[in-house]
């Protein structure tokens, strides 16, 4: 197959540090590239990544104005879409491309939604027709009534480069972006409680994250808090696996948690809140422990220490490599072209945990 791959143009393909969407743009057109298939990518002009992309791109749009954001969003799209003349299936990954795609008919055309179904989303996904929609969670599908999805292919990740950590670092970790919903205050006072020193990494470029950072979370830090700023790839993954855990206090129903399969590829058990997608990732009592409350979750973080390594590095072999998700968009694609999938059909369920 030859198969165009729309990426956001927020940043590149893939991102130099924080960026999970564009992570997961970049391992599924290595993917497929690996697996015998052509592919070409409308990414951002900075993009790296080593398969052919189309011409005449631009640079990332982070941090650009409302008005310009839009009108380069709007831009980015047209572009990526006009050099898909020749392809067999076109997937998109951002929100607003599957309209413009729509106006298409000479290829099949999927969309993946990377964030939440929200209330303002959802009658824009219903009214798609002929575009077969991707769930990244059982979680997120279930929060999407009426919405057509064709699957649900949860993400992977290249766990063959994460090297698994001892774990002997004396410390947890946090790893995110300065958000509330992120919940890194809680992950300081769950630390505290549990009398567990935390390092904690994390993007803090927006305005908004600047703001939250300086009133709800360095507050909080002290010689046993330590915030270490925003890390590359390897310093990130330096970071779990000398973690005895990965404290991740979610605090909204998020599709999906990289980070968290990241932690698990790295040996490092998980300590959260059950939300949104985190009981499809973490095992209770065996990967990490998932509860609510600030004692329950710091007598969550003691008891982690005594989880085995090796059950965490298994549960990412087995259920969240690159390989596993690249293979069920593989049967998508391949199941739309030979008409045996309708844009709208049978799901393709993922593993709940």
Same mark, same amino acid.
């Given at each position: 197959?030859?198969? /165009?791959?729309?990426?956001?143009?927020?940043?590149?393909?893939p991102?130099?540090?924080?960026?999970?969407t564009e992570?997961?743009?970049?391992?599924?057109a290595?993917?497929?590239? !690996?697996?015998?298939?052509?592919?070409?990518?409308?990414?951002?002009?900075?993009?790296?990544?080593?398969?052919?992309r189309?011409?005449?791109?631009?640079?990332?749009l982070?941090?650009?104005?409302m008005?310009?954001?839009?009108?380069? %969003?709007?831009?980015?799209?047209?572009?990526?879409?006009? $050099?898909?003349?020749?392809?067999d299936?076109? !997937?998109?990954?951002t929100?607003?491309?599957?309209?413009?795609?729509?106006?298409?008919?000479?290829?099949?055309?999927?969309?993946?939604?990377?964030?939440?179904?929200?209330?303002s989303?959802?009658?824009?996904y219903?009214?798609?027709?002929?575009?077969?929609?991707?769930?990244?969670?059982?979680?997120?599908?279930?929060?999407?009534?009426?919405?057509?999805i064709?699957?649900?292919?949860h993400?992977?990740?290249?766990?063959?480069?994460?090297?698994?950590?001892?774990?002997?670092?004396?410390?947890?970790?946090f790893?995110?972006?300065?958000?509330?919903?992120?919940?890194?205050?809680?992950? $300081?006072?769950i630390?505290?409680?549990?009398?567990?020193?935390?390092?904690m990494?994390a993007?803090v470029?927006?305005?908004?994250?600047? $703001?939250?950072?300086?009133?709800?979370?360095?507050?909080?830090?002290?010689?046993?808090?330590?915030?270490?700023?925003?890390? /590359?790839?390897?310093?990130?993954?330096?970071?779990?696996g000398g973690?005895?855990?990965?404290?991740?206090?979610?605090?909204?129903?998020?599709?999906?948690?990289l980070?968290?399969?990241?932690? =698990?590829?790295?040996?490092?058990?998980?300590?959260?809140?059950?939300?949104?997608?985190?009981p499809?990732?973490?095992?209770?009592?065996t *990967?990490?422990?998932?509860? !609510?409350?600030l004692?329950?979750?710091?007598?969550?973080?003691?008891a982690?220490?005594?989880?085995?390594?090796?059950?965490?590095?298994?549960? $990412?072999? #087995?259920?969240? *490599?690159? #390989?596993?998700?690249?293979? %069920?968009?593989?049967?998508?694609?391949?199941?739309?072209?030979?008409? =045996?999938?309708?844009?709208?059909?049978?799901?393709?369920?993922?593993?709940?945990?």
């Amino acid at each position: 197959m030859r198969i /165009g791959l729309i990426a956001p143009p927020w940043l590149p393909v893939p991102p130099p540090a924080y960026g999970g969407t564009e992570a997961i743009v970049d391992l599924l057109a290595r993917g497929l590239v !690996h697996a015998g298939h052509e592919v070409v990518l409308a990414a951002t002009a900075d993009s790296t990544c080593p398969v052919p992309r189309v011409p005449g791109m631009y640079p990332a749009l982070e941090g650009a104005t409302m008005c310009g954001a839009s009108l380069g %969003e709007l831009r980015h799209i047209v572009t990526g879409y006009a $050099a898909m003349a020749t392809v067999d299936v076109i !997937h998109d990954h951002t929100v607003g491309g599957p309209l413009y795609g729509c106006l298409r008919r000479d290829a099949p055309l999927v969309t993946t939604n990377h964030g939440p179904f929200e209330t303002s989303l959802l009658s824009f996904y219903r009214s798609f027709r002929d575009v077969a929609v991707v769930a990244i969670s059982q979680h997120q599908a279930a929060m999407a009534p009426q919405v057509p999805i064709a699957a649900v292919i949860h993400h992977g990740i290249d766990v063959g480069a994460v090297p698994v950590g001892r774990g002997d670092g004396g410390y947890a970790a946090f790893l995110g972006r300065m958000s509330p919903v992120k919940g890194p205050r809680q992950a $300081a006072l769950i630390a505290r409680a549990a009398g567990v020193p935390l390092r904690m990494a994390a993007k803090v470029r927006e305005p908004a994250e600047r $703001a939250y950072y300086e009133a709800a979370v360095k507050p909080l830090l002290c010689s046993d808090v330590e915030y270490v700023g925003e890390l /590359g790839p390897r310093e990130k993954l330096e970071l779990l696996g000398g973690a005895v855990a990965l404290v991740n206090p979610l605090q909204w129903d998020e599709p999906f948690g990289l980070v968290m399969v990241e932690s =698990l590829a790295a040996g490092t058990p998980v300590v959260g809140t059950q939300a949104g997608s985190a009981p499809e990732i973490v095992d209770d009592g065996t *990967t990490g422990y998932l509860r !609510h409350g600030l004692r329950p979750l710091a007598d969550a973080l003691l008891a982690a220490t005594a989880l085995r390594r090796g059950a965490c590095r298994a549960a $990412a072999v #087995e259920r969240f *490599t690159a #390989e596993r998700m690249v293979a %069920e968009h593989i049967r998508l694609y391949t199941d739309l072209l030979g008409g =045996l999938a309708e844009p709208a059909g049978v799901v393709h369920a993922a593993r709940a945990g």
